[in-house]
């Protein structure tokens, strides 16, 4: 029997956000249309945060903005706050004004998780069943996303937090980690440094599937030199 690997992380190295940003949304592009060559359909699920936000701009911008599958396109997101969608937090709220609004994406095709019920556990169970409902799951095997976009988060004071769980992260065809300043380093090192550490972004490695980290140097600063290369 033939058992899959876990993914050994890729790393790119790039000068500053705007180059991050600009890198991420090509991979994006890449995955999309690799993803619809293969299967019809492209699904990605969104992270929320400053770094993947200035992405979404440049997808939703030319050339990008006309490259990619919108017509096929099956959207989820990975990560939200317990809060209405027009709320400053709202991961959703910031990519439907940064990417959503402004790309012929479906609005079918959009699956927000609705974090300002006030049952989190009927959330997240209900953004389950429209999980595998959508993608067209069985019972008990668990989803396998094209992309599943991340960020480190810097600590924030909203109580209520919705993730996808590790099963699903570790069952994507691609992650992308999108990593931006200085003050992310020291995660970034020891993430990358000791796959065993226990922090959450160092328990992420899908399994038959590409992990690939896109830092600007200012994140990469704390990497041993032999990693720094770009």
Known sequence: MIVPMAATPEIRIVNDPSALAETAAQEVLEVARAAVAARGRFTVALAGGSTPRETYRRLAQPPLAAQMPWDRTVLFFGDERGVPPDHADSNYGMAH??????VPIPPDRVFRIPGERADPDAVAAEYARTMAEVL???RGEVPRLDLILLGLAAAASIPQRF???YP????AAC???????????KVVKAALGDRSSGLPAAMVSPVDGRLLWILDRAAASLLPSSRRAS
């Open 97 to 102: 004004a940064a990417l959503l609004s402004r």
């Open 175 to 185: 992650v992308i980690y999108l990593v931006s300043g200085a003050e992310k380093a």
């Open 163 to 165: 993730t996808l769980t």
């Open 168 to 171: 699903i992260l570790n069952a």
């Open 136 to 138: 067209g799951v069985r």
